[in-house]
Structure formats: C-alpha cells, structure tokens
Nanobody, 115 residues
Framework: QVQLVESGGGLVQAGGSLRLSCAAS????????MGWYRQAPGKQRELVAR???????NYADSVKGRFTISTDNAKNTVYLQMNSLKPEDTAVYYC?????????WGQGTQVTVSS
C-alpha cells in the first residue's frame, strides 16, 4: 500500500514559478516509476514528467525546458519545479507511483496560471 499527498499548487501569474511536492508513504521502496500527470477541464489526463529508477526522466514536450522533476529519497518526496508557467499549464496535477502493476494516485493539487 502506498499513500501519496501532493502540495504546492496555487494561483500564479504567467511567467511565474511553483514547486509541487508529493510525499510518499507506505511500500514506496517497491516503486520504480513515479511522476506527475495533469488534467485540464474537458481534457484527458496527460503525463507531465516521470522519474524512473536508475535516473531516467521523461517530460512532455510542452514542458521541456520549463519543468524539472526531482526526488529526495531521504524524505520519500518527489518534486516538480515549474518555471515560466503559461495559462495552458492550468490543471489539476496528480502525483502517481507505479508499484508492480498497480498505479497509486494522489488527491491532486490545483495549479492556475493567470494571463
């Protein structure tokens, strides 16, 4: 069992920055794939960034060069640093962790970017 709790969302002007945090607890040591998805109103949930054990990271093309995913293993926390935010980044951001064949999700945190 894995529990994920996100924080750090909010309202920011275009061009600003936010850092999202995802604190993980439980059997987190079994995961080899963690990251962030987002879902905007009326749109499908999309992968934003992921961190795979071994150090590989993947980013959506729309956020490359602006977002950075990182981890703090001592705190069992995954971060998403978001810079140069755009109105189209507005969405609910969800942290996930893949453990075996099961995907755990956080409750989501709202990010709103005003123009």
């Amino acid at each position: 069992q894995v529990q994920l709790v996100e924080s750090g969302g909010g309202l920011v002007q275009a061009g600003g920055s936010l850092r999202l945090s995802c604190a993980a607890s439980g059997n987190i040591f079994s995961t080899n794939d963690m990251g962030w998805y987002r879902q905007a109103p009326g749109k499908q949930r999309e992968l934003v960034a992921r961190f795979i054990s071994g150090g590989t990271t993947n980013y959506a093309d729309s956020v490359k060069g602006r977002f950075t995913i990182s981890t703090d293993n001592a705190k069992n926390t995954v971060y998403l640093q978001m810079n140069s935010l755009k109105p189209e980044d507005t969405a609910v951001y969800y942290c996930y962790a893949l453990v075996g064949l099961y995907v755990y999700w956080g409750q989501g945190t709202q990010v709103t970017v005003s123009s």
